[in-house]
C-alpha cells in the first residue's frame, strides 16, 4: 500500500471517481470530477483519506448509513448520495450515451426520467444470525460485512416501517450464524418475504417462521429457497388495473413509478398493434397492459411466473385474448417464421441482453420493436444488431429506477 495525492478526472461507469496516474487509471469510491484528494493506494483502487480540494457537486448523504462525510460510506447499498442531483442525474444519462456510442449508435437520447426517496418497493437485504438478535442490512461495498441498517431513504415507508418484523422473521428461519439473504416486496396486500440461501430448514425453523409471522401485521406470505412456507393472503400488484399474484422471489420491477414510466411508454410506442409479442414476460407486467390494446402472446421461461400471468388475464375483465408459452428464448428464440404474425414486438430480457433473439428479430419484418433493459451495455449491441438488420431507433428514454446506484433502466423503440 502507498499514498499519493490525486486530482479525479471523470466518475467511472460504476460511479467510482477515476484519476489518470502514471501506473494507470485509479479507482476511488465517493470521489467526486475536479477533487484533489489523498489516497491510500492498493494496485488499481484508492481510499480517500482526505479532500484537499471538494467539488461544488458534493453533498450531505441523506442517510446516517452511507458514512456520515460521504467520504467513507460504510452500507453497500448506494454509490452516489454524495453527488447532487443535476450532476447525477447527467451521469445516469450519460452511461446510456457513452454505451451507444461505443457500438457507433448516436440516436437522441432523452433526459432521464428520476427516482426519488422512498419509492424502492423491492429491496434485497443481507443477514445473519447472532446470539441475541438478527444482523439486517446491506453488505460494505467489496465486503461481506453486513452494516446494520435502522433506516432506508430509499425504500417504500411501509419496509422501513417493518425492518423489525422483518428481522424477527428472519431470525425464526435461520438455524445458525450462516449468512442468507431476504428480499422483500412490498404488495398491495402486505409484505412478500422472501429468504434465501438458508442450507437446511428444520421443522423446528418452520414452525418457529410461521409462528413470527402470525405474530406480526403486515406480512402477506413469506417464501423460503423459492417455496411458500407461510401465506396469510396472497400478495397482489396491480398491473394496469389487473391485479396479479406473483410467485415467490418473482422478478418484479423495483419501483412503482419507473414500472409505470416503462409502461406508459411501451404502450404508447406500440400505438395500435393488433398483434403482439411480449417477450421475458415474466408475470406480465406489460403483457396484460398491452392486451387492452391488441392480442398479445406472452413467452416466458419460468414456469411460475407464466401461471401467475395466465391466471391474472383469465380473471381480468377487458383484456384483448392473452396466450402464454415457456420457452428459453436464449437458447431457442422465436425464428424469423415465428415473427410473422405480429405488428409490433417487445422484449426485456435479463442484464445478459438478448442476443440470440434479437438476430432473428433483425431478419424479421416485425414493424415496431420496443426495448426495455437493465444493462445499457448489452442493450447497445442488441440495437447495433438491429440497426444493422434495417432498423431505425426512433427514441431512447433512460429511467433511474435504483436511486443513488450506477444502475440505469432504458426503453429503446425502433422501426423497421
Not at 420491477?253 to 393488433?274: N, S
Request: hydrophobic letters at 45%; a neutral charge; aromatic letters at 4%.
Amino acid at each position: 500500500m502507498s499514498t499519493e495525492t490525486v486530482t479525479i478526472a471523470r466518475l467511472g461507469a460504476q460511479g467510482d471517481g477515476i484519476a489518470h496516474t502514471q501506473d494507470g487509471p485509479l479507482y476511488v469510491p465517493f470521489a467526486l470530477p475536479g477533487e484533489t484528494v489523498a489516497v491510500a493506494r492498493i494496485k488499481s483502487h484508492g481510499t480517500i483519506m482526505s479532500i484537499a480540494a471538494a467539488s461544488p457537486e458534493r453533498q450531505e448523504p441523506a442517510c446516517r448509513h452511507f458514512g456520515p462525510d460521504g467520504v467513507n460510506g460504510t452500507c453497500g447499498g448506494c454509490v452516489l448520495q454524495h453527488l447532487k442531483d443535476e450532476p447525477y442525474h447527467a451521469f445516469k444519462r450519460n452511461l446510456v450515451v457513452e454505451a451507444l456510442q461505443a457500438k457507433g449508435l448516436t440516436p437522441a437520447v432523452d433526459d432521464l426520467i428520476i427516482a426519488r426517496p422512498g419509492e424502492r418497493r423491492r429491496v434485497a437485504l443481507a443477514a445473519r444470525k447472532t446470539e441475541k438478535d438478527l444482523l439486517l442490512g446491506f453488505n460494505q461495498a467489496e465486503s461481506h460485512h453486513i452494516v446494520a441498517i435502522e433506516e432506508c431513504p430509499i425504500a417504500v415507508p411501509g419496509i422501513v416501517a417493518r425492518l423489525g418484523t422483518i428481522r424477527a422473521i428472519g431470525r425464526a428461519a435461520a438455524a445458525n450464524a450462516e449468512p442468507f439473504r431476504i428480499t422483500v416486496l412490498e404488495t398491495l396486500s402486505g409484505l412478500d418475504i422472501a429468504i434465501d440461501g438458508l442450507k437446511a430448514v428444520s421443522d423446528k425453523q418452520r414452525r418457529a417462521t410461521i409462528e413470527a409471522v402470525l405474530a406480526e401485521r403486515g406480512v402477506a406470505r413469506v417464501s423460503v429457497n423459492g417455496e411458500a412456507l407461510v401465506e396469510p393472503q396472497k400478495p397482489q400488484l396491480d398491473f394496469g388495473g389487473v391485479k396479479v399474484s406473483p410467485p415467490p422471489a418473482a422478478f418484479t420491477q423495483a419501483t412503482k413509478p419507473a414500472e409505470d414510466a416503462m409502461a406508459e411508454l411501451v404502450l404508447a410506442e406500440v400505438g395500435k398493434a393488433k398483434r403482439i409479442a411480449d417477450l421475458f414476460a415474466g408475470a406480465g407486467t406489460f403483457s396484460l397492459r398491452l392486451a387492452r390494446i391488441g392480442r398479445v402472446h406472452a413467452v416466458e421461461s419460468e414456469d411460475k411466473a407464466l401461471k401467475a400471468l395466465d391466471l391474472a388475464a383469465r380473471g381480468a375483465q377487458g383484456l384483448k385474448p392473452v396466450t402464454t408459452e415457456k420457452r428459453d428464448l436464449f437458447r431457442r428464440p422465436l425464428t424469423m417464421q415465428d415473427l410473422k404474425v405480429y405488428d409490433a414486438v417487445v422484449f426485456d430480457p435479463p442484464r445478459a441482453g438478448a442476443e440470440a433473439q434479437v438476430k432473428e428479430l433483425a431478419r424479421s419484418s416485425v414493424k415496431k420493436l420496443v426495448a426495455v433493459s437493465c444493462n445499457p451495455l448489452t442493450l447497445a449491441r442488441d440495437l447495433a444488431l438491429l440497426v444493422e438488420g434495417g432498423y431505425r431507433i426512433t427514441r431512447v428514454v433512460p429511467i433511474d429506477q435504483f436511486l443513488w446506484s450506477s444502475h440505469v433502466e432504458v426503453v429503446a423503440t425502433l422501426e423497421k
